[in-house]
């Protein structure tokens, strides 16, 4: 039996169906809504893009901080960050996941590679969304031979991205990973980025 999106299609994959972006997400759909209005906003992040040689680079664009008591329950009800990365070839976040926090991955400029549970998969600029949940482990790289740009949204913040090994059977890619870093504040440069 077809299901309702067999029948009638991915809704947010139009536009025009999509419900207005509030001010401060609520659902998940509401955090791919968020990273896709501002990936299309391109006057608010390709202006701040910058690219090391040395180390990620990375950009915290956004902090909201959680609800703290009932008055503010129904406006922020999960705190949450949005982060913009850029990647030079060869360069990767080492595998690992993100804490408590659940995601949304989108590339802005270029192609980046995830290595998952489900294997490998190209992330082109405009291509769909990655949504993770608490607990994912993957690792990300730039594969291809230009920089790439990426814009990532962690509800609850992120606080921090524990390093994992990596499975034996894969070899190295990307830039060598950091073994543990906390992301109350800013990383510290030459540690792992979000
Ligand atoms: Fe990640």
Redesign the pocket.
């Known amino acids: 039996m077809n299901s309702d999106v067999q029948i009638a299609g991915d809704p947010l994959a139009l536009p025009h169906l999509l419900p207005p972006v509030p001010a401060h997400p609520a659902t998940v759909a509401g955090f791919v809504g968020l990273a896709r209005a501002i990936a299309a906003d391109r006057a608010s992040w390709a202006p701040l893009v910058r690219y090391d040689a040395t180390t990620r680079w990375y950009h915290r664009l956004r902090t909201v901080p959680g609800s703290t008591g009932p008055g503010r329950a129904a406006q922020v009800p999960v705190g949450y960050e949005v982060w913009l990365l850029s990647w030079l070839p060869g360069q990767g976040?080492g595998r690992?996941d993100?804490g408590p926090s659940s995601?949304v991955?989108t590339v802005l400029e270029g192609e980046l590679t995830e290595h998952g549970p489900g294997g490998t998969r190209a992330l082109p600029a405009g291509g769909r969304e990655r949504v993770f949940a608490p607990g994912y482990v993957?690792e990300?790289v730039n594969d291809a031979l230009v920089p790439a740009v990426s814009l990532?949204v962690y509800f609850p913040g992120l606080t921090e991205?524990p390093m994992r090994p990596r499975p034996r059977h894969r070899p190295a890619a990307g830039t060598p990973a950091a073994p543990r870093t906390a992301l109350g504040a800013a990383p510290a440069p030459g540690t792992a980025a979000?």
């Open positions: 976040s690992h993100h995601g991955l993957h990300v990532h991205m979000p």
